[in-house]
């Protein structure tokens, strides 16, 4: 049905979405149109979502995370690769085959006032997609756009009358969340989607998710720069670096035995408000600065910052291969094997890990 | 112990807006030792910004403030905005959440961080060019002189903010104010900066306020916490002690709501509902009360005062939350 051949072995038969070698480039424009270069936002990454999974996506700023997202909403379609959702692959479709599969496919965004309409209601933003569907009578719909206000703790003869700029972050970015729902979706794309409450909001708005998440039999790909909230919603998850996937796995192994040196970065420049783990040695910190994605460096785009890097690292380019624990899946050619003396929190499990199990 | 280096008394601030009066600091004591890394912590509108601003003398006009900010034994409070312009920079000086905002796009990276050092300090132009380009390196940008001549734009968010400590700290302020400093940061570049503002503290024994909405950063980084919810500061502690000792039900709710790495996934963080009041209506009690899951009648009528209730912890609560059993 689809044309392409899969690629990667993982392929389950579960797979909600399949995303197969995705590239996006955007060409850059110097003055008077000119060609300044191509900026590789994404470059070659390949992940499986299946039916009623989380998946976490970290990267910092630049990593390529939330161009990921796009790519697989088609906003823009990548240039290369396949996404493959319920079997079809999306990249390609004509805008109005991609219209049925939008229902499937929502997106929760980071900044809930400037993803919503401030001159309309909250039940009229909630309405919107059915309306938009031609989905039941008026009285249908406003009766599921109450209940879906009820679902996501907002009052809906309270709220129902008022305009985005009269509820606060954590209110506003529930609607977000109603409107993404309305059409009972499949796959809901959650791009840092509370990056911007206040904590005790952001554990109620992730609390949020999680209850829709087994009430409805959600999936979703969630993602977030901030590797603790990360593993609170993951079964598994994807670490980013430079447009590039570094580590994929289930959350238990990432976080206690990450393979590769930049996971072992970001999980060390976590704070931790127990002061017994806290204040990481400075050494570390990983440091310098990202790279320029439009020259990135030969070769593994880690390895300018990475401490264990090698020759080989600026020659060949890692590819994704499976290590330790099953589905864990690491780029790297001197991956962090669970039997090195990891610091902090993996602590001292000597596991007889055999070094690699190469392919 | 030295002498504070700024103390804090009784400081409110309220503002007046179409009508109604925000009360957005409702009476806080603190005192800042020389030296002493100490983080504000709260959620937004908690008033801790506009306790810093306090300190800065960085209100608006519109801002009626009452209380004593006294630094170095001089009072803040009331002074002329000449005075206030000296007070700047020489005894204190502040790092701001946003790098961008932060930077004049126009001017380059160089004559912004000169135009600092001469306000301030009687230097030739080639004295503050070299001065420049040694605070440069001391905030361990790469190629300062080269770095000097370059834009804003041309630096990373990460650069940017080193930027902006070097201007802080362009006069060797007794107090350095971070407010969000790292915020906007990803977290290995927060990282980075944390442990650059701890390193420059100790070699010029410049005292840190923290600023932050971030439990978990404040506790691994500052010596002392304070915990501020609207507009008052209702508990004060050792990081170290906090975090094993929690009283205020306020702080416990925020700390449980910290998504932790060692929790499993799928776990239900612990919450508490509502919000913080509207601080235009003052209400009798505590304010953390509507929300307080162990809230009792006397709550609800007379505000608990911040007082000392063992070796370096304070809280403002009548009901405490039991001590923890050392894990």
Redesign the interface.
């Known amino acids: 049905m689809t044309g392409h051949a899969g690629g990667t072995a993982t392929a389950g038969q579960g797979s909600l979405l399949e995303v197969r070698h995705l590239v996006q480039e955007f060409v850059l424009r110097d003055y008077g149109g000119a060609k300044g270069g191509v900026l590789q936002a994404v470059a070659d990454v390949s992940f499986d979502l299946r039916t009623g999974e989380t998946l976490g996506i970290v990267g910092?700023?630049g990593s390529g995370k939330s161009t990921l997202a796009r790519s697989v909403i088609q906003a823009p379609p990548p240039k290369h690769g396949a996404v493959i959702f319920q079997g079809t692959d999306l990249v390609g479709l004509s805008h109005r085959a991609m219209k049925p599969v939008r229902r499937d496919l929502q997106m929760v965004f980071q900044d809930p006032f400037t993803s919503l309409d401030p001159r309309w209601t909250v039940s009229r933003i909630v309405a919107e997609p059915l309306a938009a569907y031609a989905i039941g009578s008026r009285a249908n719909r406003r009766e599921r756009v109450n209940s879906l206000l009820d679902l996501v703790g907002l009052d809906p003869a309270t709220y129902g009358s008022r305009r985005p700029r009269e509820l606060?972050g954590g209110q506003a970015q529930r609607v977000a969340i109603a409107r993404a729902l309305v059409l009972e979706p499949k796959l809901i794309l959650c791009d840092e989607p509370v990056s911007s409450l206040?904590?005790?909001v952001?554990?109620?708005v992730?609390?949020l998710f999680?209850?829709l998440?087994s009430e409805l039999s959600l999936s979703y790909l969630f993602i977030a720069?901030?590797?603790?909230?990360v593993?609170?919603?993951?079964?598994r998850v994807a670490v980013m670096y430079l447009g590039r996937l570094c580590e994929i796995g289930p959350?238990?192994d990432i976080?206690r035995r990450p393979l590769h040196p930049y996971t072992l970065?970001?999980?060390?420049?976590?704070?931790?408000?127990?002061?017994a783990v806290?204040?990481?040695e400075?050494d570390h910190?990983?440091?310098g600065?990202?790279p320029s994605p439009l020259d990135p460096p030969s070769g593994c785009r880690f390895r300018t910052r990475c401490p264990r890097a090698q020759e080989l690292c600026a020659t060949q380019t890692p590819e994704m291969r499976p290590l330790g624990a099953d589905g864990h899946l690491v780029a790297c050619h001197f991956p962090l094997s669970g039997a090195a003396p990891a610091p902090a929190?993996a602590g001292a499990q000597a596991d007889a890990e055999p070094a690699a199990v190469k392919r | 112990m030295a002498d504070p280096l700024l103390e804090v008394c009784d400081l409110r601030v309220r503002f007046r807006s179409r009508g109604s009066v925000v009360h957005a600091v409702q009476g806080i004591d603190f005192s800042v030792e020389p030296g002493q890394t100490l983080a504000i912590i709260g959620e937004s509108g908690s008033g801790k910004t506009v306790s810093a601003y306090a300190v800065m003398g960085l209100l608006p006009p519109t801002a009626q403030v009452s209380g004593s900010i006294r630094f170095k034994g001089v009072e803040v409070v009331g002074l002329g905005e000449k005075a206030l312009q000296d007070h700047r920079g020489r005894n204190a000086a502040m790092v701001f959440q946003n790098p961008e905002r932060s930077l004049n796009p126009t001017m380059k990276v160089g004559a912004q961080i000169t135009e600092a050092v001469r306000r301030h300090l009687p230097l030739s132009r080639p004295q503050a060019h070299e001065r420049a380009v040694e605070l440069l390196r001391m905030v361990r940008i790469p190629a300062p002189q080269r770095r000097f001549h370059e834009y804003p734009h041309q630096l990373s968010g990460g650069m940017r903010q080193r930027v902006i400590i070097a201007i802080a700290l362009a006069c060797e302020p007794a107090l350095l104010i971070a407010d969000e400093a790292t915020t906007a940061l990803d977290v290995t570049t927060q990282a980075q900066i944390m442990n650059l503002l701890l390193d420059l503290q100790q070699e010029l024994g410049t005292a840190l306020l923290m600023i932050s909405h971030d439990l978990a950063l404040a506790a691994s980084y500052a010596e002392e916490v304070m915990v501020m919810y609207a507009g008052r500061i209702v508990e004060r502690a050792r990081a170290a002690d906090l975090f094993g000792n929690v009283r205020m039900p306020y702080t416990r709710a925020l700390l449980d709501a910290i998504p932790r790495t060692d929790l499993e996934p799928h776990v239900l963080l612990p919450v508490i509902g509502g919000r913080p009041p509207d601080l235009s209506a003052v209400m009798p009690g505590c304010a953390f009360a509507p929300r307080c899951p162990d809230v009792r009648q006397d709550c609800r009528e007379v505000v608990p005062p911040l007082e000392r209730h063992e070796m370096d912890h304070w809280w403002a609560c009548w009901h405490p939350c039991a001590k923890e059993a050392a894990s």
Do not use: F, W
Not at chain 1, 225 to 229: G, I, R, S, V
Not at chain 1, 231 to 235: L, M
Not at chain 1, 268 to 274: A, E, G, K, T, Y
């Open positions: 910092e700023t606060s206040d904590v005790l952001q554990a109620q992730l609390n999680e209850k998440r720069h901030d590797l603790a909230m593993r609170q919603v993951s079964d959350v238990r976080y970065a970001l999980l060390d420049s976590i704070p931790n408000p127990d002061p806290a204040r990481r400075a910190v990983i440091s600065e990202l929190p």
